[in-house]
């Protein structure tokens, strides 16, 4: 069995344990990582991770008092605010109470939704969640964030509430198709170009095959996890240093809104995004020309800059300017002085963006 990493997050408002590694939600020790004297045991699970991983789940499951299983559909579209009024009435139906524990089980969508209803119901539960992507994995689960959507924009209604624990089981990634691989690849490579070291030598040195190794993803998981907790752990509620998590961020929510959150994964959008913007980078002096092509040379590795962007780069702009992170009508980005050192909050001029957003779609169409 592939080594087994435990971590602890410390914020200002809680501290909580992280479990990493292959087969362990077999463990004993797992069980322990997760109360088991609540009165309820409320498991909101994937119902394609359910589909999938039924056996393994029941027997984790069966270790709990008072079990509810609400299944949950799968899809963006179901992480809304509607749907968070019934799920809250069906935890009063099903007697949950202040005594009771709600944990999370499913990529980004299933947790964001569960630490949602767990941060509102009776005015806060606990929640301890079950990643099964590796985005969940090393970035949603971690950081206490969780959100629904609005009708008028994405992760519009939300709260802080920091997990009780993380159990990081890289056994279901095993099921995890490569293009939902790809979405978490690209946001540890994010943690590697603002500044954890370990990570980008972790994805410079393999490949989308040989990063599926249980050795490998394990210590590829820990390192970026751990970044995110530094981060974190400095800015729990993103008055200022968590922004630098923005990086490549501004430019892709810009893709993905113009492209009707349909043309373009998430992943491949934010690894466009941190090349337009470590390009801005470059045009304000602050990175080289070898480190602009040491990024395109390992997200090309892993099949990250493929998508097809016929765009005029004016739309891409405007989109942007929509984007919640920017305030006074400028746009604030995060840069990149220097590999692994980012600013954040950089005004950028919108000349240098549509000059930048240019020089990558030119290159994308070969010319
Ligand atoms: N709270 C935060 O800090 C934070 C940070 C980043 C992203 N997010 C949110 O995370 C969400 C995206 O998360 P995601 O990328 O995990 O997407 P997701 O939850 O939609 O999962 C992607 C797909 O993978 C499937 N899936 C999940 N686990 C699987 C497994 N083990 N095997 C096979 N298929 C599996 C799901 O059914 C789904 O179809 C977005 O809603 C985003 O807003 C939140």
Do not use: C
């Amino acid at each position: 069995m592939a080594e087994l990493k435990k971590l602890m997050a410390g914020t200002g408002s809680s501290s909580y344990g992280i479990l990493i590694g292959k087969d362990i939600i077999d463990l004993d020790e797992t069980g322990n990582f997760i109360p088991r004297n609540a009165d309820k045991t409320a498991i909101v699970v994937s119902k394609r991770v359910y589909g999938l991983h039924g056996e393994t789940l029941d027997r984790f499951f069966a270790r709990f008092p008072g079990l509810e299983i609400f299944m949950m559909d799968d899809g963006e579209e179901n992480k809304n605010y509607a749907l968070a009024g019934m799920y809250l009435d069906k935890f009063i139906q099903a007697g949950l109470s202040r005594k009771s524990v709600v944990i999370g089980v499913g990529g980004g969508v299933v947790g964001d939704f569960a630490g949602f209803l767990s941060s509102i119901y009776m005015r806060g539960i606990p929640v301890y969640h079950l990643p099964t992507t590796l985005l969940s994995m090393v970035d949603s689960s971690i950081g206490g964030k969780t959100a629904v959507n609005l009708s008028k924009g994405k992760n519009m209604a939300g709260a802080f509430h920091q997990p009780g624990s993380v159990l990081m089981d890289i056994r279901f990634l095993d099921t995890l198709p490569d293009d939902e691989l790809k979405n978490g690849l690209v946001e540890s490579l994010k943690h590697g170009l603002i500044g954890d070291g370990k990570s980008l030598e972790i994805l410079e040195s393999n490949d989308l095959v040989s990063i599926r190794n249980s050795d490998v993803m394990t210590e590829l998981i820990s390192a970026s996890v751990e970044f995110k907790l530094s981060v974190v752990e400095r800015d729990e509620r993103e008055v200022g240093l968590r922004a630098i998590l923005n990086f490549g961020h501004t430019v892709g929510h810009a893709l993905e809104s113009l492209m009707d959150y349909t043309g373009i994964p998430h992943g491949k959008a934010v690894a466009v995004g941190m090349i337009v913007e470590a390009g801005i980078s470059r045009r304000n002096g602050w990175l080289g020309d070898a480190d602009l092509s040491r990024i395109g040379s390992v997200m090309r590795s892993y099949g990250l800059l493929d998508a097809d962007l016929n765009l005029d780069p004016r739309d891409v702009l405007s989109h942007m300017r929509f984007d919640k992170k920017n305030s006074g009508g400028g746009i604030n980005l995060v840069l990149l002085r220097s590999l692994g050192s980012p600013e954040f909050n950089v005004r950028v001029d919108e000349k240098t963006i549509i000059e930048s957003l240019s020089d990558y779609l030119a290159v994308r169409r070969g010319v």
